[in-house]
């Protein structure tokens, strides 16, 4: 392929491996592997071989990129967030808009690589799991796209905080599965599609949504995600003529946050920083900071960090954000914080939706509420560092499905708009993101109560 | 067990119950009725928060055991109650559990409340090394499965790290009883059997003696799980009832085992 005319990477070049692959078994230092049955064994090789032979295959990298650009929408833009840096008063923040590729995220990038794999294989069928629904309605979008039958599954929590997501999918023609098992929500839906693929791997292609799970899935969401950070390295060097000081990218599963950091894995004075999700606090046991907050296991199919109790039953997690709410996270992350190259941060749900509120009335992006946490965590860095510095925060989605998570939050509803828009705005306004010397944020608790029906807390 | 049982001619019996369902008091009077039944040997079952390879049936029993408070510690005492009961037990586990508790700890505390061995659905071989060591320390036998889509390199992997006997899954699928075995299990044996001298059992979807039978000759043990919870979940007359019940399917099966009837047979 000639280089893009505007000197920018394409999708294809993510794919051409790194200094920082696992190794042959999996492993990212002590973490990855293989951890399932061993039915799935020759599945898991069918698919790493098919990926070995399709990153250097030509044919497949032109579609993968032709896909990409007339597509998806790569590569995806860089945003000085001017109005933001003022409000915060600290380094300078720049976003890398994921959320403006097509279907909302960073998603489209793994699962447009990953069909065309499924495609390659003989495949007719992907089976996939999703929280938030982004990952459910990428991979929707993609089967449509190239003619592939689609099952995904959902915890029946998250089908009811994500309706609208649910409608896309089932508009796109996927079967959308709600899953009652366990705690309903991301963890229980992967054990649903493994059942699935355990029964049907024969013609069914499970298409993983994040950087965790069995090798090579790991390495394979990665590759797919690397784009994100070889486009905003460019982009970024040539708004500020140097690197960022800092990264940050909100981190349930991990993948838009590997996405996004890898590019910046050998530069040591890049900080990278990955938010989990706090819920309502990590010292409050409600919470889905696995690094900042779990201990090492395994689970599906992967040795890494995990929210678990002392006998190694695995915990709920809770999160405002569907997206985050999981106890798991990829491997390569736990990798990167026990070696010290990446830090990892809780965000609490007010903290996050704080930020939320903080983008949408400064720079006019309302974020997915997985981006929120970035948002929160970016801002506090860009503190930190003070004037002069830079901080490039991945806005990893954008927030159309979580209006209805906002509208309770903030009390947005019918009867209280006019003061609903004033609580909204004041959070913006007060903008104290996880900010130490900042004022206090501003809580639910604080606002009256909203109509019947309409709970504030989630 | 296995020269014993080959000697009368005969597959063995295992019979599958989650420890702890659906209460302690009364897990340790089912599976005390199993090995009264017939089964000549018990697996009991690690509850785990996400077993990936069983259907609805022991994900809820394994649920409604872990709301009861069951844990790892209570898990080595009702092997105990099993060996003082004239049984002989094995431990079907999730890996996840084994590491909370550490590898070395759990196998030395089941060696000593005279558990056989350990069953692991989500450990392959190629993660069990030191596992295995554990295993050999305390003197266990650590048993691994094999699958249809298991390929001969792979059989012969697992055959040489495993001891006991080799279970095989007989469907690509989740544990539950099914109206009919799969046809891929004769066929996965016989692959087996020309890759290892080690005795074979074959589980996921029998529930009658007839399929018992049916198994039973070809393949060097039976398993049986999914309907053992079934019909323990199914007695109506409490704790009494259901032991009875248990008992009762351990018969049948046991019966079956002893009268080993190829799938063509039957009418």
Redesign the interface.
Known sequence: MPPRADGLPRHSDALAGTDHDPDE?GYFGDFG???????????LDEVAEAYRKARIDPEFLAELDRLAETYAGRPSPLSDAARLTAEVGGARILLKREDLNHTGSHKINNVLGQALLAQRMGKTKVIAETGAGQHGVATATAAALLGLQCTVYMGRVDTERQALNVARMRLLGAEVVPVD??SATL??AI?EA??DW?????HTFYLFGTVGGPHPFPVIVRDFQRIIGLEARVQVQRLTGRLPDAVAACVGGGSNAIGIFHAFLDDPDVRLVGLEAGGDGVETGRHASTISGGT?????GARSF?L?N?????AESHSISAGLDYPGVGPEHSHLADISRAEYRPITDTQAMDAFALLSRTEGIIPAIESAHAVAGGVALAREIGPGGIVLINVSGRGDKDMETALRWFGLGDDTAVDGTERATEAAEKGAVNAPDGPPAVRPSDFPAAPSGQDIQL | MFAATRAEGRAALVGYLPAGYPDADTSVALFRAMVEGGCDLVEVGMP??????D??VI?DAQ?AS?AAGF??RKLITLVESVTAAGGRAVVMTY???????GVDAFARDLASAGGAGVIT????V??AGPWRSAMDAAGLAPI????????PE?IAL?AGATRGFLYA?ST???TGARDQVSSAAPGLVARCRELTDLPIGVGLGVRTGRQAAEIASYADAVIVGSAFVSIAKAADNGAVGAARAVAALAEELADGVRTPTPAGDVA
């Open positions: 078994r592997g293989r951890w399932l049955p061993e039915a799935l064994v020759g599945a098992n366990g963890k229980d054990n493994f059942r355990v029964t049907n791997v024969d090492v296991g395994v689970l599906h995990l678990q002392e006998d190694g039953q695995v | 785990f928060s996400d077993p990936v390879l259907g609805p994900q649920q872990l844990s790892a890996f996840n559990p084994v590491m909370a508790y659905p989500d450990l392959i190629d993660e691994f499965l094999v699958a249809p889509s298991t390929g792979r697992t899954a690509m699928g989740v």
